[in-house]
């Protein structure tokens, strides 16, 4: 049996500010350390041990993994940062203020594009160069739906972080609200009509436990 436990980064200046993020590199609000450090009280109470971490290439989440391992007094393991676990790329709504958006294109349309499957934000004209992603050779989007989040997540999640699991490695995934929507999508085989209501919140975390075939023996939420 493996235990894998999923938490969201601790709030971001643009969740306090309820701003479109996706790949944008934000901080953590002071809040947002603090919910880092619940969620690792949280987790430690569960008494696991971990032999990796995995999470983005964003410092929102890097920070709260490391805020998490800290207080587990497990740094030493190791941390495997992917582009494959960033936030959705919300195209030309990044930047934008969410309600500001909402009044330009419609209450309706936003909630689609936010929290609907194949539903595509707009696109931004030309896509963005970064360091971090030009030495991978990874090509940013121009714009990604949950669907399209949802397919560059899968691969990591079969090629490294399932096997681990198969192995008997308890794993800690630290990453954002859409790519883990995508994740617990994929592990709790949610249809497309349904996963609008999904919402995974900052800094609470999620523990699934497999069996030897990684089938899902039990998942729930972890609370203090």
Request: hydrophobic fraction near 35%; aromatic fraction near 8%.
């Amino acid at each position: 049996m493996a235990t894998l436990v999923i938490t969201r980064h601790g709030e971001s200046q643009a969740n306090r500010d309820n701003i479109f993020t996706g790949w944008s590199d934000v901080p953590l609000t002071v809040a947002g350390v603090e919910q880092a450090q619940k969620a690792a009280e949280t987790i430690k109470k569960q008494n696991i041990e971990f032999s990796d971490v995995h999470t983005s290439f964003l410092q929102r989440a890097i920070v709260t993994s490391n805020l998490i391992c800290e207080q587990l007094d497990q740094l030493y393991i190791p941390i495997h940062k992917t582009w494959r676990l960033n936030e959705r790329h919300y195209g030309a709504l990044r930047g934008m203020n969410k309600d500001v958006a909402k009044q330009k294109f419609g209450v309706d349309q936003v909630a689609k594009w936010r929290r609907g499957y194949a539903d595509l934000p707009p696109m931004l004209d030309t896509p963005d160069h970064d360091r971090r992603y030009d030495e991978l050779g990874v090509q940013v989007p121009l714009s990604e739906s949950l669907k399209m989040t949802e397919e560059r997540l899968l691969p990591y999640w079969l090629d490294h972080i399932a096997p681990r699991l198969l192995d008997g490695h308890n794993q800690l995934i630290v990453a954002h609200g859409s790519t883990l929507r995508a994740l617990v999508k994929y592990l709790d085989d949610i249809p497309d009509d349904q996963i609008n209501t999904v919402e995974i919140a900052n800094g609470e975390p999620i523990k699934y436990e497999f069996d030897k075939h990684l089938h899902i023996i039990s998942k729930r939420e972890l609370t203090n």
